[in-house]
Nanobody
Framework: QVQLVESGGGLVQAGGSLRLSCAAS????????MGWFRQAPGKEREFVAF????????SCADSVKGRFTISRDNAKNTVYLQMNSLKPEDTAVYYC????????????????WGQGTQVTVSS
């Protein structure tokens, strides 16, 4: 089992920055890929970014590319999402997730999820 706890969400003005953190515990952290997804009211959960177990392979959704950066610190069992130049359309609940399988942008293929952290961007 893997337990995930997100933090760092909040209210920020458009153009501002936030850094989300996700602390993992349970099964060996470094063997898992980590990802971030988000879900806005009335919308489906969507892929934001993922990083391989080594952090050497990362990917971001086109909608956040150039603004968001994912990184991980295996020594601290933590994955981060640095979000810059935030826009009102980035408002959502952000979820951290773990997969033991191949890296994918499809939420249903990720096995463990955190409780989510709210990010609200005002215009």
């Amino acid at each position: 089992q893997v337990q995930l706890v997100e933090s760092g969400g909040g209210l920020v003005q458009a153009g501002g920055s936030l850094r989300l953190s996700c602390a993992a515990s349970g099964r060996t952290f470094s063997s898992h890929a980590m990802g971030w997804f988000r879900q806005a009211p009335g919308k489906e959960r969507e892929f934001v970014a993922f990083a391989s177990w080594s952090g050497g392979s990362t990917s971001c959704a086109d909608s956040v590319k150039g603004r968001f950066t994912i990184s991980r610190d295996n020594a601290k069992n933590t994955v981060y999402l640095q979000m810059n130049s935030l826009k009102p359309e980035d408002t959502a609940v952000y979820y951290c997730a773990v997969t033991f399988w191949q890296l994918t942008t499809t939420p249903t293929w990720w096995q463990y999820w955190g409780q989510g952290t709210q990010v609200t961007v005002s215009s």
